[in-house]
C-alpha cells in the first residue's frame, strides 16, 4: 500500500518528564477531515479517529501529555507524578494503531498525569471533555453525562480564573452548550444570553451557535414542559 493511503504516520517526542525520546502515531492531516460534528465540537470521521492519538504516551515513564502540556516538568512536579503514577507503572507503548479501549486509557493516564503536576485547569478541562466524547462515540450516555459534568466544572474555573481573553467567546459558548446537554437549562439560558448580549464579544460565528443552540434549548424545553418564555429574558 503506498504511504499516502496509510492513515497513520509516526513522530518522535521527547517526554517532559523523564526526556526520552519516543514515538507516537499522528493522523495524516488529508484524512483528518470530519464527516459530522457536534455542537460540542465533537467530531466523527469516516476514517481514523483523529481524536484517538491526541495523547502521547512515554513507553519508559508513563507520563501522558498533550501538544499543550508543559515542555519541561519542575522538580516537585516530577516528585508529584512519581509518587502518584510513576511508582506504578509497567512499561507500555501506545505508538501504534489505537484500539477505542487503548484511546479511553490514554485519556484517562493523561487526566491523572495532569492532575498529579496540577497542570491547567483549561488541560484538565479539555481532557474531561474528550473522555465525554470517547463514551458518546460508544453511545454509553451515563458515563459520557458524568464527565460532561466534570468537564464544565472546569470550564467555569478556566472562566472564573482567567477573566475576558481572546477566546471567551468559544469558552462561553462551550459552558452554555453542555449545560444544554446536562440538562441544566436554567444555566444553558444564562451562559448562551451572556455570550449574545456582551458587547465586548465580537466572535460571529460564536455568536450565531449560540443563537442557534438557544433555539434548540427551547424546543427541548417545550418537550418537558418548560416554559422557556420564563428562561429567556435578554436574549
Request: contains cysteine; glycine residues 4%.
Amino acid at each position: 500500500m503506498p504511504d499516502l493511503l496509510i492513515p497513520l504516520y509516526s513522530i518522535k517526542v521527547i517526554c517532559c518528564n523523564c526526556e526520552q525520546e519516543f514515538s507516537t502515531s499522528r493522523v495524516r492531516p488529508s484524512l483528518k477531515r470530519a464527516i459530522r460534528r457536534d455542537a460540542d465540537f465533537c467530531s466523527y470521521y469516516k476514517e481514523e479517529n483523529p481524536d484517538y492519538y491526541v495523547v502521547r504516551v512515554c513507553p519508559k515513564c508513563g507520563f501522558a501529555s498533550t501538544e499543550n502540556s508543559a515542555d519541561k516538568l519542575v522538580d516537585w512536579q516530577r516528585k508529584a507524578f512519581n509518587e502518584q503514577v510513576g511508582t506504578r507503572w509497567k512499561t507500555r507503548d501506545f505508538g501504534e494503531k489505537r484500539s477505542w479501549e487503548l484511546a479511553l486509557e490514554s485519556y484517562k493516564l493523561a487526566l491523572i498525569c495532569a492532575q498529579s503536576i496540577k497542570d491547567k485547569d483549561r488541560i484538565i478541562a479539555s481532557l474531561l471533555h474528550h473522555i465525554a466524547w470517547m463514551y458518546r462515540y460508544q453511545g454509553d450516555t451515563a458515563q459520557e453525562q458524568r464527565f460532561l459534568r466534570y468537564s464544565l466544572d472546569e470550564y467555569v474555573k478556566v472562566f472564573e480564573n482567567d477573566g475576558m481573553g481572546g477566546n471567551d467567546a468559544r469558552l462561553m459558548y462551550l459552558i452554555g452548550e453542555l449545560n444544554r446537554r446536562i440538562g441544566e437549562f436554567h444555566s444553558a439560558v444564562k451562559w448562551f444570553s451572556r455570550l449574545i448580549n456582551d458587547q465586548r464579544i465580537t466572535d460571529a460565528a460564536m455568536i450565531r451557535a449560540a443563537r442557534e443552540q438557544w433555539a434548540l434549548l427551547r424546543e427541548q424545553m417545550r418537550g418537558e414542559d418548560i416554559d422557556p418564555d420564563a428562561l429567556s429574558a435578554g436574549i
